[in-house]
């Protein structure tokens, strides 16, 4: 951290302040120029006493230095970490696909839609259990009656499913039938929510809050991190602006700058992001360009009718086509579309 003192501060304000910091158990480096003098300061904790010093008087401005997060930060952890979910690697070389309905709604739908974004080449099923909702009036998912539903399928396809929790007190619940726990945009700061999947060692996917900046998504990741969950996988699913166009605002920078300060897998999901089936692909296709691990897309065997997020999912056509726009895309970047499960049992 550095304090910059202001140009008119006497010595003795300045010899209060080296006085101040070593009290504070850090150790300091005056460094006096023409106009101003700047103090390093160094030590454990600094973010801490930044109000503190910065209320001293000839202190002009205190600067800090590096990030308020450090197990999500690549300073921390140089390397990428990899989440693996069975013999699936989230964050490694290939690209991974998550798709399925918005919500689950019902057996037959899940399972129509699973062997269909399976034989087109998605990994991972996604569906919703517990739906997060703006308006109370809206479908809010069919609870544990679909977490069984995803239990089901997993099994009959031998597709991982990912679905959302909502509540600290369903953690336990949720995790016993799925393989990656999702945490909603609108829950990126439920911080007793955070600890408590961080306290699971299961998979979780953090989506970035509505209006949330990169500095604090990563803190959210920090709370999962700090509990000792290293299994984390970020989702970059728009951003709440001015724009009316789209749902929400597609932020494709965030994934080079999470790739930059993070080791941590990022995917991104253009349905959420834009609102608008049509703009799916194209989304995708500039998240993966940019560097995402994976995606996650809303696929629904009949947009027309589903109880949620109709105007976003693509159809199994749509899907077929999408996956086929992707590959050489994926190609380009030096990685692959994966493929691992694109045969569908019997
Ligand atoms: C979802 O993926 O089902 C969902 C509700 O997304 P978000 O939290 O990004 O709005
Ligand atoms: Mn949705």
């Known amino acids: 951290m550095i304090l910059v003192m202001k140009a008119s501060c006497s010595q003795n304000e300045i010899d209060a302040t080296v006085k101040r910091i070593k009290e504070l158990g850090m150790e300091e480096h005056v460094s006096r120029g023409l106009e101003r003098t700047i103090i390093g300061i160094l030590g454990q904790n600094l973010r801490d006493i930044q109000d503190v010093l910065q209320l001293l008087p000839g202190v002009e401005e205190v600067i800090p230095v590096g990030k308020p997060y450090k197990l999500a930060s690549r300073e921390f952890h140089p390397g990428n970490s990899v989440v ?189 992001a834009t609102g608008k089936w049509y703009l799916v692909a194209p989304m995708a296709l500039a998240a993966i360009a940019a560097g995402a691990d994976g995606l996650m897309i809303e696929v629904h065997p009949n947009p027309d009718v589903a109880l949620k997020d109709g105007a976003q999912s693509l159809t199994f056509e749509n899907f077929r086509r999408f996956m086929s726009q992707v590959a050489p895309i994926a190609q380009v970047t030096g990685r692959e579309l994966a493929v691992s499960s694109m045969k569908v049992e019997p």
């Open 84 to 272: 693996k979910v069975n013999n699936i690697a989230i964050g490694g070389d290939e690209i991974i696909v998550m798709a399925g309905p918005c919500a689950v709604e019902s057996e037959e739908q899940l399972l129509s839609t699973a062997l269909q974004v399976k034989a087109a080449g998605a990994s991972i099923l996604r569906g919703g259990a517990f739906k997060p909702s703006t308006s109370p009036y809206n479908f809010r998912g069919l609870g544990k009656r679909g977490l069984k539903m995803l239990a089901k399928v997993r099994e009959e396809t031998g597709m991982p499913v990912i679905t959302e929790v909502m509540t600290p007190s369903e953690v336990e619940l949720v995790a016993s039938y799925v393989d990656i726990l999702q945490i909603g945009a609108r829950n990126m700061q439920n911080f007793i929510l955070l600890d408590e999947v961080g306290k699971t060692r299961k998979p979780v996917m953090l989506k970035r809050g509505l209006s949330s900046t990169i500095q604090e998504w990563l803190l959210a990741a920090e709370y999962i991190l700090a509990q000792g969950n290293e299994q984390l996988i970020l989702c970059e699913r728009g951003i709440r602006t001015f724009e009316t166009s789209t749902r929400n605002t597609m932020d494709i920078s965030a994934i080079p700058v999470i790739k930059k300060v993070s080791h941590l897998p990022i995917i991104a999901d253009p349905s959420h």
